[in-house]
Nanobody
Framework: QAQLVESGGGLVHTGGSLRLSCAAS????????KGWFRQAPGKEREFVAT????????SYADSVKGRFTISRDNAKNTVALQMNSLKPEDTAVYYC?????????????????WGQGTQVTVSS
């Protein structure tokens, strides 16, 4: 069964950094675009970043531009989200996502594959 498994969440102070990683089954997700979403308590799941299979095109939500960087290593079947200058409003459960196109990764409702999520908490 296709699996996406996130790791790297935790507690950090305002201004700190965290690096999230998502491991995927290459047999199932080879050729797929990957992305990250997040969901804060009481809020809808929202788009954070996407990256194409080749890694040549990335896209970010305005709220994280200049602070977060998405990257992937297809040889290791992983996708990462480097988060710098973290703010309390970044606190959420972060989810890895996979789809055949980055268009599908722009809205939570159109994402076919999800990880289980990892908690990120930024204290003020």
């Amino acid at each position: 069964q296709a699996q996406l498994v996130e790791s790297g969440g935790g507690l950090v102070h305002t201004g700190g950094s965290l690096r999230l990683s998502c491991a995927a089954s290459e047999r199932t997700f080879g050729g797929y675009a990957k992305g990250w979403f997040r969901q804060a308590p009481g809020k809808e799941r929202e788009f954070v970043a996407t990256i194409t299979w080749s890694g040549s095109i990335t896209s970010y939500a305005d709220s994280v531009k200049g602070r977060f960087t998405i990257s992937r290593d297809n040889a290791k079947n992983t996708v990462a989200l480097q988060m710098n200058s973290l703010k309390p409003e970044d606190t959420a459960v972060y989810y890895c996502a996979a789809a055949l196109s980055t268009d599908q990764l722009m809205r939570a409702g159109s994402v076919p594959f999800w990880g289980q999520g990892t908690q990120v908490t930024v204290s003020s």
